[in-house]
C-alpha cells in the first residue's frame, strides 16, 4: 500500500541553524501539508500546498518556514534559523483529489539544542 | 473556532474490554470528523470517518457515529486487544482540503 515517507526520522540541530526536513507524498496526491506536535501537546496545522503554492498556512508559519516541492516526488520544509521551541515532531501529509482524508508519514523529530 | 476536546488520557484496559474514547468538536461549518491512530514508533494512520451526521464510521472493530445535537464523535470498540495499544486522535476538517482540527490525543493500553 503506498504511504507517505520522511526523512529524517531524527534531526539534531542548533539554535540559529537551518534545516530541511523532507517528504515524499503518495505519488497521485496533489495536497500536501505540514504538521507538527509539540512534546504533549496538540497536532498543530502548518501548511497546506496546492498546485505549487501555498494554500493556507497558520500563524505559526511565520517567515522563518517555507516550504517547496522541488521536484516531482519531493515536499520540503525549511526552518530558516531554529529556535529552542520548533523543537517538536513534524508530520508531512498528503490527500488525492477525489478524498476527504490525509494520509500522514511517520513524523521527523526535530531537536534543537 | 474550530476545536477538538478528547477524553484525556492515559487509558489502561484489560484484553476484552470495551473502550470508549469520548471526542466533541466544535466548528464554524459542516465538518467531516476522524480517528487517526498511531502506533509506536509509527505516523498517524486514519482508523475511519464520517462525513455527515448520523454516518458510522467503522474500521477493525472500531466505531464512530457523527452525532451533530451532541457535536460528538464518540470511538468505541467492543472488546479490545492488545495490538490496539497506541494513541487516538480524533481530528475534523471543516473544508475538503484544508486544514484538520485534532484533538491532544488519548494513549489506550491494554494488558493481558
Known sequence: ?113 | GNSVTQMEGPVTLSEEAFLTINCTYTATGYPSLFWYVQYPGEGLQLLLKATKADDKGSNKGFEATYRKETTSFHLEKGSVQVSDSAVYFCALSVTTGNQFYFGTGTSLTVIP
Open chain 1, 1 to 113: 500500500e503506498p504511504e507517505v515517507t520522511q526523512t529524517p526520522s531524527h534531526q539534531v540541530t542548533q539554535m540559529g541553524q537551518e534545516v530541511i526536513l523532507r517528504c515524499v507524498p503518495i505519488s497521485n496526491h496533489l495536497y500536501f501539508y505540514w504538521y507538527r506536535q509539540i512534546l504533549g501537546q496538540k497536532v498543530e496545522f502548518l501548511v497546506s500546498f496546492y498546485n505549487n503554492e501555498i494554500s493556507e498556512k497558520s500563524e505559526i508559519f511565520d517567515d522563518q518556514f517555507s516550504v517547496e516541492r522541488p521536484d516531482g516526488s519531493n515536499f520540503t520544509l525549511k526552518i530558516r534559523s531554529t529556535k529552542l521551541e520548533d523543537s517538536a515532531m513534524y508530520f508531512c501529509a498528503s490527500r488525492h483529489p477525489s478524498g476527504y482524508e490525509q494520509y500522514f508519514g511517520p513524523g521527523t523529530r526535530l531537536t534543537v539544542t
